[in-house]
């Protein structure tokens, strides 16, 4: 059974550094399009970065340059480590599989983390 | 950037009416396009993919259909467990990638 199960999220300030885990199971990271999608309180869905299985990854603008996604393969686990961060960061992450058809819409997710960036 | 347009933003039903969806598009994605639903609390899960299959489990009351820049959910005879927000997504444009701001599924 695909399992996705996010965790390290919490109050920060403004400025300051976090890094959130998605731990799966039933399937292999190492081999799969990770994603981070968030979802600011009472808004919609953003989505932020992935990690391609062959290790490159991308950003949403937004995040670009702050936010760095990662991977352990022995773990099977996705970190995003997120830096500088802004009253407009807090949101739910959820980690998001890309589908295993190759298109790009997401066939599994995680429970979510709620990261809040407040003084 | 294709901004993705979901209207209304609200719908009322009553348990075992029919509930129609819209997700509009800002240019064409074909038939690159998912939902999902969503419920307090919860994750998202896919629904559809490529604008009309259903996936993996969906209950057939569930339909989508459209192409380009128009989209519908359907959803025959709601159930009390399909009272949710129901967000479309665009994946045409890879790597940016776009949410409608979602329609949200409340009993009348």
């Known amino acids: 059974e695909v399992q996705l199960v996010e965790s390290g999220g919490g109050l920060i300030q403004p400025g300051g550094s976090l890094r959130v885990s998605c731990a799966a199971s039933g399937f292999s990271v190492s081999t799969n399009y990770m994603n981070w999608v968030r979802q600011a309180p009472g808004k919609g869905l953003e989505w932020v970065s992935v990690i391609y299985a062959g290790g490159g990854t991308n950003y949403a603008d937004s995040v670009k340059g702050r936010f760095t996604i990662f991977r352990d393969n022995s773990r099977n686990t996705v970190y995003l480590q997120m830096n500088s961060l802004r009253t407009e960061d807090t949101a739910v992450y959820y980690c998001a599989r890309r589908s295993s058809s190759g298109w790009y819409y997401f066939d599994f997710w995680g429970q979510g983390t709620l990261v809040t960036v407040s003084s | 950037e294709i901004v993705m347009t979901q209207s209304p933003a609200t719908l009322s039903v009553s348990p075992g009416e029919g509930a129609t969806l819209s997700c509009r598009a800002s240019q064409s994605v074909s038939s690159n396009l998912a939902w999902y639903q969503q419920k307090p609390g919860q994750a998202p899960r896919l629904l559809i993919y490529g604008a009309s299959t259903r996936a993996t489990g969906i209950p057939a009351r569930f339909s989508g259909s459209g192409s380009g820049t128009e989209f519908t959910l359907a959803i025959s005879s709601l159930q009390s467990e399909d009272f949710a927000v129901y967000y479309c997504?665009?994946?045409?444009?890879?790597?940016?990638?776009?949410f409608g701001g979602g329609t949200k599924v409340e009993i009348k």
């Open positions: 997504q665009q994946y045409n444009n890879w790597p940016s990638l776009t």
